[in-house]
């Protein structure tokens, strides 16, 4: 099973099928009879239903990973992963631009348990080792920044990383396995929310870590402990959804490829932020790393727009929080994602309320185009 999209399909599906059952069931019970009374029982929170074990299957090899865990949210992927590998006492090294709910764990909770973090402003490989303290254990960062998109350098990182045995994390939730599989270039643990690109409907809540056996076997006792495991019907939904998973994305990549080099030139826009564009600072990074551009793209509205103006002239876009769902989803991320983020650091990433992110959905790229020109004019005043 060579392709991303025959693995997506077919890895991890019970054989033979469950009652000759083509999608898989949904094992809705919270417990589980058994005979041996030594063995470990199948228990929901325990993370080994048949359903759960068959999306840790295909999520294994979507990942390139040993093995994954699917959690209630990204959020509990994040501190489950973040927590089974640091210790009271231990420091972290991630960069400035984070989602908001990570910067808040770093920031508000971990502090509580004795860990400390420093955010490095550049994402040169001198600039993570500059920020190492004697007790630094983990390097965290996602693989494309949110909101303006900007590649880290990955493989410098899992360098610095690897000559001062420290232990790598990964938020690939912007990438998604299609366009980046980040346990290849050495990553420990790559984790997800998969309420976005994996989930991909905008209907479910859940999270992802993936990782070889040794570090998922900790993250697997800690997320036990934690609680924070998927439910089953959720378990079905996003099992589901990862059988579209290579269409939707390459799909989605694509269409955010066409709206990005359309809007380029509108005299309402001041810069449009997408991977795939010359002006890109880390294109040349983005085409060495990643299959796709991704499907996120942000904008930056020239003065001249009027913001309300264009927010309410757009018909198809929704104005909604979280990415990577099938409509296209429009926020401005001060609002949003970096409510949280300290001004300075904000205005010093250059996230103003004039930037917009955009989450390109599966609409025809004709009509999106068509649907933020006529916005622009709007907030232009045409
Ligand atoms: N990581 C990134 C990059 C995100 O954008 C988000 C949510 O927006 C999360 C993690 C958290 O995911 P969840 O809302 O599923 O907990």
């Not at 040169?124 to 004697?134: K, N, V």
């Not at 690939?172 to 290849?184: D, I, K, Q, W, Y």
């Not at 993936?210 to 959720?234: F, Q």
């Not at 799909?251 to 002006?279: C, F, K, M």
Request: aromatic letters at 4%.
């Amino acid at each position: 099973m060579s392709t991303l999209d025959t693995r997506s399909i077919h890895a991890g599906e019970p054989e033979p099928r469950i009652e000759g059952a083509v999608s898989m069931p949904v094992f809705q019970t919270a417990t589980y009879a058994h005979d041996d009374p030594g063995a470990t029982p199948r228990y929901i929170r325990y993370n080994n239903s048949p359903n759960h074990e068959a999306l840790h299957e295909k999520l294994a090899s979507l990942t390139r990973t040993d093995g994954a865990l699917v959690t209630a949210s990204g959020m509990a992927a994040i501190s489950s992963a973040l927590l089974s590998v640091l210790e009271a006492g231990d420091h972290l090294v991630a960069p400035q631009s984070l989602y908001g709910g990570t910067l808040a764990l770093f920031n508000d909770l971990l502090p509580r348990f004795g860990v400390t973090h420093t955010l490095v402003a550049d994402d040169a490989p001198d600039a993570w080792t500059s920020a190492l303290q004697p007790n630094t254990a983990v390097l965290f960062t996602e693989s494309i920044a949110n909101p303006l998109l900007g590649i880290p350098d990955l493989k410098g990182m899992v360098d610095v990383a690897k000559n001062h045995g420290l232990a790598t994390v990964i938020d690939n939730t912007f990438a998604s396995p299609v366009n980046l599989r980040p346990a290849t270039l050495g990553f420990d643990l790559v984790v997800h929310s998969a309420t976005k690109y994996l989930g991909g409907h905008s209907d479910l809540a859940a999270g992802v870590v993936a990782g070889a056996s040794a570090w998922l076997e900790d993250v697997r006792r800690t997320a036990k402990l934690l609680g924070g495991t998927l439910d089953p019907h959720a378990c079905f939904l996003l099992h589901r959804s990862l059988k579209t998973l290579g269409v939707r994305v390459r799909q989605q990549n694509a269409t955010a490829g066409h709206l990005a080099r359309a809007l380029t030139e509108h005299e309402g826009i001041e810069q449009v932020h997408h991977p795939s564009l010359p002006s890109h600072p880390n294109r040349d990074r983005a085409q060495a790393l990643l299959d796709g551009f991704g499907g996120m793209v942000s904008l930056r509205l020239s003065p001249a727009v009027e913001i309300d103006p264009f927010f309410e002239a757009l018909s198809l876009p929704l104005r909604a929080p979280s990415l990577g769902g099938v409509e296209t989803l429009v926020t401005q991320p001060i609002h949003t994602s970096h409510q949280d983020v300290d001004p300075s650091i904000r205005h010093a990433l250059g996230i103003t309320e004039r930037v917009v992110r955009v989450s390109v959905g599966l609409e025809g790229a004709g009509d999106l185009i068509e649907d933020f020109t006529g916005a622009l004019d709007a907030g232009l005043g045409d």
